[in-house]
């Protein structure tokens, strides 16, 4: 059986607002407009998804600090996932998800904090979701021990729930994390850590699809991806600098969906999408599924 996560928060909201593409990104909508939020949730649900995740990837102190609200983030990681939980009750048949983002930038190795300054910020964020959320997921962990300490965290933290790791790698397939780490040195740095799923996130699908099958030989544990539709990233981009980055013009949805299906033959078994991924993207693996099944 597959589980279908959901696609990209931060787009959806983007396409709704475009300036919330720079600056604090998706975590102003949360106190400007957080109906926006579940309505995106929502539509998440009604295109299949069975597990939607927290729009918590920007309420971190780094990117409120932009705007003056660091002290808040505790407060608006709990709003977030109050939010999600509101849109997907217990018993509902969808699980919500905790996202624990990069405490810094995404795809950026070489700016990850040392895990004395990201330990206390990402176990206060696990607090503020904990009794609203199912399960927690460590998403777009660019180094092993990136990885590592947002995990420790949530173990720690979260009350038993599930633990989820999700690595974003580099574009070229084969290459391993966007730190230069293997697969194989990623996961085994989590060592000891009582993970319950691996993942790949926030990267092209052709890399993830090699990426699954190394993971494959590592672990018997459930293994999953949703990968972007971003152009690949260029060396030193960050969220506000003058580097920029688009959408990928070469995976419209039919490919999208095809690139699905070959990440479940790889041994996926949870699917979805991130940045430039959206609903009716989501809708057409559910729809695809479906026939599969009939």
Not at 19 to 47: C, F, K, Q
Request: charged residues 25%; hydrophobic residues 40%.
């Amino acid at each position: 059986m597959v589980t279908i996560l959901d696609g990209g928060m931060g787009g959806e909201i983007q396409r709704r607002v475009p300036e919330a593409a720079h600056g604090l990104w998706s975590a102003t909508v949360l106190i400007d407009n957080p109906e926006m939020v579940t309505e995106i949730h929502r539509e998440y649900i009604a295109a299949g998804a069975t597990v939607i995740i927290t729009n918590t990837y920007s309420t971190i102190p780094s990117y409120l600090g932009k705007g003056g609200l660091a002290h808040r983030y505790v407060e608006l990681t709990e709003k977030a996932a109050r939010l999600a939980r509101e849109v997907a009750p217990e018993g509902s048949g969808v699980l919500v998800a905790g996202s624990l983002p990069p405490m810094s930038e995404s795809y950026r190795p070489d700016l990850v904090p040392d895990p004395e300054e990201s330990m206390p910020v990402y176990r206060n964020m696990v607090r503020a979701m904990s009794d609203h959320v199912d399960l927690f997921i460590c998403e777009t962990m660019a180094s092993a021990e990136e990885a590592h300490t947002a995990a420790t965290a949530a173990l720690d933290a979260g009350g038993g729930k599930p633990v989820y790791v999700s690595w974003t790698l580099s574009e070229k397939p084969g290459a391993g994390l966007r730190s230069g780490e293997s697969v194989t040195e990623a996961h085994r740095r989590l060592d000891g850590l009582a993970i319950d799923a691996f993942l790949f996130n926030c990267t092209h699908p052709e890399a993830i699809e090699v990426a699954l099958a190394e993971l494959a030989q590592l672990t018997d544990k459930p293994l999953g991806c949703y990968p972007n539709r971003l152009a690949a990233v260029p060396e030193g981009w960050t969220l506000d600098n003058e580097v920029v980055t688009g959408p990928r013009k070469d995976l419209p949805r039919d490919l999208y969906v095809a690139a699905i299906m070959r990440c479940i033959e790889a041994g996926a078994t949870m699917v979805g999408g991130c940045c430039g991924i959206g609903p009716k993207d989501i809708q057409a693996v559910r729809e695809r599924l479906d026939r599969k099944a009939a």
